[in-house]
């Protein structure tokens, strides 16, 4: 049986592979918690994201954005609740980024 890795797995890889930066969003836009960088929506690329559901909790619903950006040389993560754990603080960026992925 083939099991799924989970968030921190997923971090673990990611961080292994570059994506170094923890995006924290602020308003509208991603700031760097180990830089001084803010990015807007039109600055960065997701690369790849993933959705994470906990086993017995739904509330333990989260979303893993691996983000990059060409201008700074930069990749990062950022992890965000999603559904009834999504804050309405940033909306407007949660949007921009999901219009990215498609």
């Known amino acids: 049986m083939h099991t799924l890795p989970t968030l921190s ?4 890889q990611f ?10 969003l602020n308003g509208d836009y991603l700031a760097g918690q ?4 803010r990015l807007a929506p039109n ?6 994201h993933f959705r994470f559901e906990g086993l017995s909790d739904p509330a333990d619903e ?5 983000i990059s950006c060409a ?4 990749k990062g993560t950022l992890v ?3 559904g009834a754990s999504s804050g309405e603080v940033a909306d407007c960026l949660i949007r921009a980024i999901s219009e990215q992925t498609r």
């Open 62 to 66: 989260t979303v893993l954005y691996a």
């Open 43 to 48: 600055e960065f690329v997701v690369d790849q």
């Open 9 to 12: 797995e997923t971090l673990a």
């Open 80 to 82: 965000n609740g999603y």
């Open 15 to 24: 961080k292994n592979a570059g994506y170094t930066e923890d995006f924290n």
């Open 71 to 74: 201008r700074f040389n930069l």
């Open 34 to 37: 180990r830089s001084a960088i």
